[in-house]
């Protein structure tokens, strides 16, 4: 659809003088782009939230505050994306602008940070136990604490840190010690796999700047 359509759709339910989306439209008639975007519409125009405070911020119940719970909770995913990476997706589809050489680092790694941070109480369920999925989002976001909080910034540093007695505290202080213990058993272990199939992730692009930017506002790498 039109993105002004779908505007003026959400703007007619939002207002209260239709219950519900799917009663104007056919669930077929709405891509799963158009989600995304009515998503963002809703999140930008209504509640005034950039894309970081979205990523940190939204939730089923937030979704279904703004009329938008069933719409998502129904939206198909593609092959490639298990039901508990559907959050990630959905950013995926509401800032398709930010998608570039990394973009499942980049939803994945904000996901991690609003935990960290204190934002989200918990990671979803299956984020780290679940298949290929979860193994890789294990791997981006050990590849991403090392960058931002242990100041790596290359595969050797990486090992190197990995390889000392620093390994252990790190790991609990970033939250990835049970991810580490339950699939790697050693730090050495969780870091080669992480490097072999994620590697560094390239400095300059958007997922660094913000890795920067709040390990230097969380001030955990000057308690290393």
Same mark, same amino acid.
């Given at each position: #659809?039109?993105?002004?359509?779908?505007?003026?759709?959400?703007?007619?339910?939002?207002?209260?003088?239709?219950?519900?989306?799917?009663? =104007?439209?056919?669930?077929?008639?709405?891509?799963?782009?158009?989600?995304?975007?009515l998503?963002?519409?809703?999140? =930008?125009? %209504?509640?005034?939230?950039?894309?970081?405070?979205?990523?940190?911020?939204?939730?089923?119940?937030?979704?279904? #505050?703004?009329?938008?719970?069933?719409?998502?909770?129904?939206?198909?995913?593609?092959?490639?994306?298990?039901? &508990?990476?559907?959050?990630?997706?959905?950013?995926?589809?509401?800032?398709?602008?930010?998608?570039?050489?990394? &973009?499942?680092e980049?939803?994945?790694?904000?996901?991690?940070?609003?935990?960290?941070? *204190?934002?989200?109480?918990?990671?979803?369920?299956?984020?780290?136990?679940?298949?290929?999925?979860?193994?890789?989002?294990a791997?981006?976001?050990?590849? %991403?604490?090392?960058?931002?909080?242990?100041?790596?910034?290359?595969?050797?540093?990486?090992?190197?840190?990995?390889?000392?007695?620093?390994?252990? &505290?790190?790991?609990?202080?970033?939250?990835?010690?049970?991810?580490?213990?339950?699939?790697?058993?050693?730090?050495?272990?969780?870091?080669?796999?992480?490097?072999? #199939?994620?590697?560094?992730?390239?400095?300059?692009?958007?997922?660094?700047?913000?890795? +920067?930017?709040?390990?230097?506002?969380? *001030? +955990?790498?000057?308690?290393?």
């Open positions: #659809m039109e993105k002004v359509d779908l505007c003026y759709l959400y703007d007619v339910v939002y207002s209260g003088n239709s219950s519900a989306i799917l009663h =104007e439209v056919s669930r077929d008639a709405l891509s799963n782009s158009d989600i995304g975007y998503c963002r519409y809703a999140c =930008e125009y %209504y509640l005034h939230w950039g894309s970081e405070e979205t990523i940190h911020k939204l939730s089923k119940p937030v979704l279904q #505050m703004m009329k938008l719970g069933n719409l998502v909770e129904e939206m198909k995913l593609p092959l490639e994306i298990s039901p &508990p990476e559907k959050m990630v997706y959905l950013y995926s589809l509401m800032y398709p602008e930010y998608l570039g050489r990394f &973009p499942k980049f939803f994945v790694t904000a996901f991690y940070r609003s935990v960290f941070t *204190g934002h989200r109480k918990e990671f979803p369920r299956c984020f780290f136990s679940g298949g290929y999925g979860a193994e890789q989002n791997r981006i976001c050990l590849i %991403y604490a090392l960058q931002a909080f242990a100041g790596c910034r290359t595969s050797r540093d990486c090992i190197r840190f990995m390889s000392s007695r620093q390994a252990i &505290p790190f790991l609990k202080e970033v939250k990835l010690y049970y991810v580490m213990k339950r699939r790697y058993k050693t730090p050495i272990a969780y870091v080669n796999d992480a490097l072999a #199939m994620v590697g560094i992730l390239e400095p300059g692009s958007m997922c660094i700047d913000l890795c +920067v930017r709040h390990a230097a506002s969380s *001030g +955990v790498a000057d308690r290393m």
